[in-house]
C-alpha cells in the first residue's frame, strides 16, 4: 500500500492534500508512451477524481481518494511508470527539450544519456537518501531549450572545434533561478561518470548532515545548500578527486545574469504544427489548460499518438504536450481529432501561457482558488480579444510561486480577503519578483475585465506588432 506522508510527493510516497491523495509519477524526460497512458488511465479511473496534471517539471501528478493499493503499484511498476526500485523512484527528476532528438537545431540528442542516468539511478539505492527535489537537466541545444528551468545540475550541449561537450551549470541561485555555468567542459563520453560523481559527493555531503541533524531525516539537503556551505571549487575539488582526472576548464564565456531565464514568448513556440529534423515528419504542439486532462482526454490524445504519430506523447515543463513523427497527409486530421478533444493547439489562444498553481482546493497555502479564477479569465478572453503573440499570465495562490517560476507578462498574487477574494496585480518586471505592482488588492471576481483592459491598451498602443507586452508595460514605468 502507498504511504501518504509526503511532504513532495512521489508515487510510493505520496502527500495528502485538500482534495485528496496527491501522487507524482515521474517520466523522464516527460515521455508517456500509449501503452502507459492506458495503464495509468486506468489507475486514475478506479481510483483518482478523473484527471490527470502536467507539472512544471514535465511530470504527472494524479488525485486519488484513497492511497493506491499494492497491486496498482505493481501494475505502474511493471510498465515503466515507476522505477523498478521503490527507494530511488523520487529521484527520477530528468528533464529533457521536449523536441530532443526530433529538432533539426540541435547539437545532440539527449534522450539516450536521459535514459542511461535513469539506469544509474536504479543500481544506486543508496542514493536514496538525497532530496527527492535533485534535478537533472540535459540541453541539446534544441529551439525548444531547458536550460534556463531552475534545476541543480543542468549539461549544455555545445560544439567546439566541431566537437560536441556539455558545458555544466550548476544551480546556484535562490529557488526558481536558473542553473548557472560554472566552467567546466565535459567531453559526451565522461558525462555519466562525472554527473555520478558530483551525485556522490553530494551523498556523501547529505549524509554528513542528517548524521549531524542539521536536517530532520524527512529533509535532506538541497544541493545549493552544499553549493552555499561549501562554495563551487571546494565542490569541484571533491569530484575532480572522485573522478581520479581533472575536470576540463570551459572556454565559453558566461553569459550575463540578464540574459539568462528571461525568455518569454519563444518558450511558446512549441505549440502548433513544425515539422521535425526526420524528413517528411511533423509534430503538432498541443496547448493543455492549466496543465490539466480529464482521463478520456488523455486517452485521445495517447491514441492520436498511436494510431498517427510515434506511440509515444511528450510532456513540456510548460505544462503542455508534444504528439510527435506525424505524416504530412495526417496532420490535418490529427488537428481535428485534437480540437475535437476540448483541446487547442494555437499558440496566440489564452490558454496557451495562463499557468496556475492548485489554489485553496489543493493547498493549504493558498488565499485563492487560483484554477477556477484562472479558468474564468481565459474563458472570458477567449471570447472578447484576438491576441496576435502569447501573453503569459500566472496565477499564484500565495507568494511561493509554485507553478512557475520565470518572470510573466501579468502575474496575480492571491490575498485573501473576508468576503470576497483579491489579489495583487503585477504587470513586466518591477521590484517584486512577480513584476511591477499595479493594484494591491483586486477583487477576483473583476479580473477578467481587469486583464482583457490592459491587453487592450496594449494592442492599441504599442510601438507595433513586434514590440512585446512585457516591453510595453515596461516602457510605461
Ligand atoms: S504558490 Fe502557494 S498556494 Fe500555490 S501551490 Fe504553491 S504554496 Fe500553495
Known amino acids: ?28 524526460a516527460g515521455l508517456i508512451t500509449s501503452t502507459q497512458c492506458e495503464v495509468l488511465t486506468a489507475v486514475v479511473n478506479k481510483f483518482g477524481n478523473g484527471e490527470i496534471q502536467i507539472t512544471n517539471r514535465a511530470n504527472l501528478q494524479i488525485r486519488t481518494s484513497q492511497a493506491l493499493t499494492k497491486e ?3 501494475d505502474l511498476q511493471d510498465y ?11 529521484l527520477r527528476n530528468m528533464m529533457a527539450s521536449p523536441s530532443a532528438g526530433i529538432d533539426a537545431h540541435a547539437k ?28 537533472i537537466c540535459f540541453d541539446g541545444s534544441e529551439a525548444i531549450r531547458v536550460s534556463d528551468r531552475p534545476n541543480d545540475i543542468c549539461l549544455v550541449a555545445t560544439e567546439i572545434n566541431g566537437e560536441i561537450y556539455f558545458d555544466l551549470h550548476l544551480g546556484l541561485g535562490d529557488r526558481g533561478d536558473s542553473p548557472a555555468p560554472v566552467g567546466v567542459l565535459v567531453p559526451q563520453k565522461q558525462v555519466l561518470e562525472v554527473l555520478a560523481a558530483l551525485t556522490e559527493v553530494y551523498r556523501q555531503y547529505t549524509e554528513q548532515k542528517l548524521e549531524q541533524k542539521t536536517h530532520s531525516r524527512s529533509r535532506p539537503p538541497r544541493l545549493r545548500e552544499l553549493l552555499h556551505d561549501w562554495g563551487v571549487e571546494k565542490y569541484l575539488a571533491l569530484v575532480t578527486k572522485k573522478l581520479g582526472y581533472a575536470l576540463r576548464p570551459s572556454p565559453l564565456a558566461p553569459l550575463p545574469l540578464g540574459e539568462r531565464g528571461t525568455r518569454s514568448l519563444e518558450v511558446y513556440e512549441h505549440l502548433g504544427i513544425h515539422s521535425q529534423k526526420q524528413s517528411g ?24 499518438a498511436k494510431q498517427y504519430g510515434g506511440g509515444a506523447l511528450r510532456l513540456t515543463p510548460w505544462q503542455n504536450l508534444l504528439i510527435t513523427d506525424i505524416a504530412k497527409a495526417d496532420l490535418e486530421k490529427v488537428k481535428q481529432e485534437i480540437l475535437n478533444l476540448g483541446l487547442y493547439i494555437l499558440a496566440n489562444h489564452p490558454y496557451a501561457a495562463i499557468a496556475a ?23 472570458y ?42 489579489y495583487r496585480v503585477y504587470v513586466g518586471d518591477g521590484d517584486s519578483n512577480f513584476g511591477r505592482e499595479i493594484y494591491t488588492d ?31 508595460v515596461n516602457q510605461q514605468s
Not at 500500500?1 to 523522464?28: E, K, V, Y
Not at 515507476?82 to 523520487?90: K, Q, W
Not at 481587469?450 to 498602443?461: A, D, G, R, T, V
Request: aromatic share 8%; with cysteine.
Open 108 to 135: 545532440i540528442n539527449t534522450i539516450p544519456l536521459v535514459k542511461a542516468w535513469n539506469f544509474y539511478l536504479l543500481q544506486h539505492p543508496e542514493l536514496a537518501i538525497l532530496s527527492n527535489k535533485f534535478s
Open 442 to 472: 483586486y477583487d477576483a471576481k473583476n479580473l477578467p475585465a481587469l486583464i482583457e483592459q490592459l491587453l487592450q491598451n496594449y494592442q492599441y498602443q504599442r510601438r507595433d506588432s513586434t514590440q512585446t507586452f512585457r516591453e510595453f
Open 357 to 379: 498553481c492548485s489554489g485553496y482546493k489543493g493547498c493549504k497555502s493558498a488565499h485563492t482558488d487560483t484554477q477556477a479564477d484562472a479558468k474564468q479569465v481565459a474563458a
Open 80 to 90: 515503466g511508470l515507476a522505477s523498478s526500485n521503490e527507494s530511488t523512484d523520487g
Open 381 to 422: 478572453l477567449e471570447n472578447c480579444i484576438q491576441l496576435d503573440h502569447p501573453i503569459n499570465i500566472h496565477f499564484s495562490g500565495c507568494e511561493k510561486s509554485c507553478a512557475q517560476h520565470h518572470p510573466s507578462d501579468i502575474a496575480v498574487v492571491g490575498m485573501g480577503g473576508i468576503n470576497t477574494e483579491t
Open 72 to 74: 496498482a503499484l505493481l
Open 281 to 304: 515528419l511533423f509534430y503538432i504542439g498541443v496547448v493543455v489548460p492549466l496543465g490539466r486532462l480529464t482521463s478520456q482526454q488523455l486517452t485521445g490524445l495517447s491514441n492520436l
Open 1 to 28: 500500500m502507498q504511504s501518504t506522508t509526503a511532504i513532495c510527493p512521489s508515487l510510493f510516497n505520496a502527500a495528502t492534500a485538500q482534495d485528496g491523495i496527491l501522487s507524482r509519477i515521474r517520466l523522464p
